[in-house]
């Protein structure tokens, strides 16, 4: 014997016109009964049939038409309803734990037996919500221009957000709240006491509370000044607040801050007000010069000690994103300049224009001295390739190579040049290449063909020579570890070394 609500579905099938909506809708109410989910969407329809009994979770979207919720079973914990633009939801069961209603004509009563609420863009013209009730613990609430206040239960949210609601006043907000975020309204007089997180997008901010452990500023336009910030906060992040004057102190307890801006920025702050041990990140932002040499602060998770080995004339060596992070450090640690040379990259790029397909020759020695401080030492490199059989790019014997494959080579001449020519120093960062050792030993093609890969082999089989034990220092981690850590590791047990002729030049 059919259930009603089987009996519901054959009658609104059987008493409506024919429409091929109608059938779609049936078959997928029949495949909810076992599968427990139904999603129905951009159907051309006014209603829909009682939805099976058995359904946990509904979403509803794209149905213009529609004016009423189909007849939800007892049972039912989630329903996510949007872009109808024409319905109004009420009388939901009190098992729903979970609603999401967007672009919706409006939300008369809320389920009370509900945990997470979502609502936004409704075409009411709400200045206070339907009464949220007791138990829920994270709302979110969006783009609804036209209310003026927000009401919470007395206790039990945890979670808020808040965005583009521009006519709405923050106040009187329950204590328990741990985690607000709050973007684009007309004001927010005070915080709730308790507030563990926070992430604003404000023009000002009230005091902050004292409980506050993360802060997050992001846009802040208009915003001029934070404040005091919390004696407990841990971790700061401000990011793209072009009128905030960045705070001159720091609490203590701080252990993360991230800055950045869209424009170069001075910070002007002791270097002495950054706790010890703490990680920073910055991006368009001028710190203290001292801090830097602090053995104690990671920058990007990038300790400075290898930076600080770095003197004008050496070069820096690794995949781009930890030789970035050294470089970027050395830069400021000895105020070079945009044409100083502090990575083989730039040396290679000042000499050979490979971005050309199939360039095959150098560039002038004006075209070097107008891209290098150090013309001297971009000349000397550009001779040093040409006169070298095996290194020399523009020697028709390689016309088959790739620009990567030729790229591998300037790379190891320029080790080479630098160790055992110029008796230079070599900062080669190993990060994310000893665990991937046994691919580069065995020249896979994602790891063992990189340019990286190619010069870190060069190193082992040149790791006997003297120029190579004197003069490169690894990094890891942005500190300084040992050649036995790198030349000992168990991912060179398979290496093969090459015939002694071609063992100097090989990758």
């Not at 001449?413 to 000893?434: M, S, Y």
């Amino acid at each position: 014997m059919n259930s009603p609500r089987e009996n519901s579905l054959s009658q609104w099938v059987h008493e409506a016109p024919d429409e091929p909506d109608r059938a779609w809708v049936k078959d997928q109410m029949m495949r909810a009964s076992k599968t427990g989910f139904i999603n129905l969407s951009h159907y051309n329809l006014s209603s829909l049939p009682p939805i099976p009994d058995g359904v946990k979770e509904v979403k509803i979207s794209n149905i213009r038409n529609l004016r009423e919720l189909p007849s939800m079973p007892a049972g039912v914990e989630e329903i996510h309803v949007e872009d109808c633009p024409g319905l109004k939801i009420s009388n939901l069961p009190r098992s729903t734990k979970k609603m999401i209603a967007s672009n919706v004509k409006e939300v008369i009563n809320f389920p009370d037996g509900l945990k997470r609420l979502n609502i936004g863009r409704c075409n009411s013209n709400y200045s206070l919500l339907p009464p949220i009730p007791d138990g829920v613990e994270y709302i979110n609430v969006y783009e609804m221009n036209s209310l003026c206040e927000l009401s919470l239960p007395p206790e039990g949210v945890r979670d808020l957000i808040i965005s583009d609601c521009e006519n709405l006043k923050i106040s009187n907000l329950p204590p328990g709240i741990e985690r607000m975020i709050v973007r684009n309204v007309k004001e927010v007089i005070e915080f709730p006491r308790g507030v563990k997180e926070l992430e604003i997008d404000l023009s000002s901010v009230p005091e902050l509370p004292e409980e506050l452990a993360s802060l997050e500023l992001s846009g802040c336009k208009g915003m001029s000044t934070i404040g005091s910030l919390p004696d407990g906060l841990e971790k700061l992040k401000i990011s793209r607040c072009k009128d905030l004057i960045l705070p001159s102190t720091l609490p203590g307890s701080l252990s993360h801050l991230s800055v950045i801006f869209q424009d170069k920025v001075v910070w002007d702050i002791s270097e002495n007000e950054f706790p010890l041990g703490m990680t920073v990140s910055t991006y368009n932002v001028e710190l203290p010069r001292e801090l830097y040499g602090r053995g104690d602060v990671l920058f990007g998770n990038i300790h400075s000690e290898a930076s600080l080995k770095f003197n004008p004339g050496d070069l820096v060596f690794g995949l781009s994103p930890s030789r970035a992070a050294v470089v970027s450090i050395a830069r400021i640690w000895n105020g070079a300049m945009e044409k100083d040379i502090l990575s083989q990259n730039i040396l290679t790029d000042a000499v050979w224009d490979h971005g050309k397909m199939m360039s095959r020759q150098y560039r002038s020695d004006d075209e070097i001295k107008s891209s290098l401080n150090d013309a001297e030492r971009g000349i000397e490199f550009k001779n040093f390739l040409q006169r070298h059989e095996r290194y020399d790019v523009t020697n028709l014997n390689f016309w088959r190579l790739s620009e990567k494959e030729l790229l591998a080579k300037t790379s190891k001449a320029g080790l080479e040049f630098q160790t055992k020519v110029r008796g230079g120093k070599v900062i080669f960062c190993v990060d994310n290449l000893l665990n991937v050792l046994p691919q580069i030993v065995d020249k896979d093609f994602h790891y063992g063909e990189a340019i990286t890969a190619h010069e870190l082999r060069w190193l082992y089989r040149n790791r006997e020579d003297e120029s190579i034990k004197e003069n490169v220092i690894f990094s890891l981690g942005g500190k300084i570890v040992s050649h036995d850590t790198v030349f000992s590791h168990e991912g060179w047990g398979k290496y093969s070394e090459k015939h002694p002729l071609r063992k100097a030049a090989d990758g």
